[in-house]
């Protein structure tokens, strides 16, 4: 049975586990693939440093071309994470005739294009089912089988940090500072948590998720983003007392020949599917015109849970150096236009602190029919000092909704406009 070289670029958290898995698993591989995967080298910082892998000592070396480089490698896997050097090493493989498989979302979410015309052009593979969603199996259904699908919608929890932290709020009332204290304690934050928090992961995530739907370039760059540092418990028990559930989304959107891509908290209905998908799990919510609606749910990070989709993408490629053939190379042949957010319509959440005093909830109404919000419902929590008008609209032009928030921080009855929040009732 002929056995594939692989080059590991990194050995963190998933490559160790990637080579546990191919070690521990190597004859149900083998059964099931007609082939056997063997770990050849493994590129790291400290190759003196113990680890606890199936490795021999002499496979490990802190060059990384090496890795490449070395004619027992066939495939590159590539879990060093950041743009760079795994860019270069990347094309590097290509220039040698590898093909790739990688989870490095970032990489992916703003050298895409360049990655897969390298790729298409030595007729490469280049996997990266682990790149959105961990151990989830969604990339090879959205580009196989839902080929023959028109996607309309994705909505997704994609990064269980964030969403750890949010489950926490809901249902035990923490503030977001003990919440994220917690998700760092348990090990699902970093120190600098802000990739998490800010929502630039999940924002690459919408990017690549986006570009397969869709069948057109979107980058990370693209993708309208707001984290969740911003939402207070209070918003958390106002939602709960509505029906809603707050959570961090990726929602990209084909409409009128239009990409929308955003990132964002959401309030949604506490009957919708991803509004039970709880702590660090992942879920993603895809709608088509023929299939209808289809959910993802799983782990989307953790060592185990990623390496099985490392693994899996490995097989496919060795499948297709051992018997011929390659996957379905890049498919964003298409150049859409990315709708701004403010052109984006969406219902929206408003927590005002104001005066109370006579003829003040006139005033704002006034500014909200101003720039043609329409309000969908409205009340008074508190008095005197402590009053709050919370508004929830229609839905309404995100410029407009802008218009009107900045308008009324100028108001001398709006103390605070103290939280903006999107509204899924009406998609």
Not at 243 to 266: C, S
Not at 367 to 376: C, D, M
Request: aromatic share 4%; glycine share 12%.
């Amino acid at each position: 049975m002929r056995t594939v070289g692989v080059g590991l670029l990194g050995c963190g958290t998933v490559g160790a586990a990637v080579a546990r898995l191919l070690h521990a698993h190597a004859d149900d591989i083998a059964m099931r693939a007609g082939l056997r995967l063997e770990v050849a080298r493994v590129a790291v910082r400290d190759p003196g440093r113990p680890r606890d892998v199936p490795v021999g000592p002499d496979r490990f070396t802190a060059d990384p071309m090496a890795v490449v480089a070395d004619p027992a490698v066939e495939v590159v896997c590539e879990l060093m994470g950041g743009v760079d050097p795994a860019r270069s090493l990347v094309l590097a493989a290509f220039e040698r005739g590898k093909p790739v498989v990688t989870a490095n979302k970032e990489l992916l979410a703003n050298h895409g294009r360049e990655l897969f015309d390298a790729a298409d052009g030595r007729g490469l593979d280049l996997y990266f089912e682990a790149a959105v969603g961990g151990g989830i199996p969604l990339i090879r259904p959205l580009k196989g089988s839902l080929a023959g699908e028109r996607v309309a919608r994705i909505i997704g929890i994609v990064n269980g940090t964030t969403n750890l932290i949010l489950t926490r709020m809901s249902e035990d009332g923490l503030s977001f500072a003990d919440a994220l204290a917690e998700a760092q304690r348990l090990g699902y934050a970093e120190a600098d948590p802000s990739a998490d928090v800010d929502g630039h992961d999940a924002a690459a995530k919408c990017a690549i998720l986006a570009s397969i739907a869709f069948n057109a370039r979107v980058v990370a760059g693209d993708v309208y983003r707001e984290g969740i540092a911003s939402v207070s418990a209070d918003d958390i028990a106002f939602a709960a007392r509505l029906g809603y559930v707050v959570k961090l989304l990726a929602i990209a959107e084909l409409e009128d020949g239009e990409i929308a891509a955003r990132v964002h908290p959401t309030m949604l209905p506490a009957a919708h599917p991803l509004a039970a998908v709880r702590g660090p799990f992942n879920a993603v919510f895809v709608q088509g015109e023929r299939a209808g609606e289809l959910m993802f749910y799983g782990r989307g990070a953790g060592g185990e849970p990623t390496a099985t989709a490392v693994v899996g993408d490995l097989v496919a490629v060795g499948r297709h150096l051992v018997h011929g053939g390659r996957a379905m190379g890049c498919t964003c042949r298409l150049e859409r236009r990315i709708r701004p957010i403010e052109a984006n319509h969406d219902q929206y959440y408003l927590a005002l602190e104001v005066v109370d005093r006579p003829g003040v909830l006139a005033e704002i109404a006034a500014v909200f029919g101003r720039h043609g919000v329409s309000i969908k419902s409205v009340w008074q929590e508190g008095t005197g000092e402590d009053a709050q008008l919370v508004f929830v609209t229609h839905r309404a032009l995100e410029g407009a909704l802008r218009a009107t928030v900045e308008e009324l921080r100028g108001l001398a009855v709006v103390e605070e406009v103290r939280s903006v929040l999107r509204v899924a009732d009406e998609w």
